[in-house]
């Protein structure tokens, strides 16, 4: 085994809400993401899944993103001395993220069609040249993600009753399941949420028609689903209320805590930075 692959991930603060408490009539806590050094929770996966790569000796790393994956897997395969080839929806990503992909030097190539069709040509990629799939379809990306929800057990002393957070692919959500489990605090109710319109959404992170993990999000979770409207409300509240400025898919949480209105301790994740989607500021 090499050196562990870091760039410092994790360790993100979990920030009291008070107003938007107030607001949503519970106690509300927002777990920042946004934090992390490429700005979005996908860095404790690709530490893990990249750092292993280089490990076993691949040859280089490949992944579809709607933006996040790709400006992680980008910067964690920079920092492990390996090739990356990044597939995106033609048109599909916010300016934000692809800059980032661009600064660290992986090979950008678009897909015609949806995020699905570039996931497909990934998987061929992978199977092809030998490179390593780092999508959430790699078990080293959910074993990584979990560290978010042993974090909170640790910074709030014990399980949150509620843990609310966006439903893309679902990649996440499995990878919160496993770190209440692993943590052994008792499972909260977890809230997956999907927009209402997901092959348009303004919250371009969770604009996947088909989630690869369905099926294991269905059985663990509650799905909520809110519309785009109701994604650009709370958005625009996080920050006017509590400062916090998260890039539009991250409110979903929020935004399925205001439709459900679950009572006692709950914890939004803010999956990703604001600045990873500059344009959408122009919704508000």
Known sequence: MGMKLTLGEGGTP???????SERLGCDVWLKWEGANPTGSFKDRGMAVAVGRAADRGAPGVVCASTGNTAASASAYAARAGLPAVILLPAGAVARGKLVQVVAAGAELREVEGTFEEAHRRARELADDEGLVNVNSINPDRIEGQASAAREIVEQLGGAPDVVALPYGGGGNTCAYVRGFAEADSGSPRI???????????????IRI??????????AAAEVVTVPDADLLEWW????????????PASAAGVAGVAQVRPRGRVVCVLTGHGLKDPDAVERL
């Open 236 to 247: 625009s509240a996080i920050a006017r209320l509590e400062g916090l400025f998260c890039e």
């Open 14 to 20: 979990l920030v009291a809400a008070p107003r938007l």
């Open 209 to 218: 028609v088909s989630p690869v993990h369905r099926e294991q999000v269905e």
């Open 191 to 205: 809230l997956s949420v999907q927009s209402a319109e997901r092959a348009t959404t303004i919250g371009s992170a």
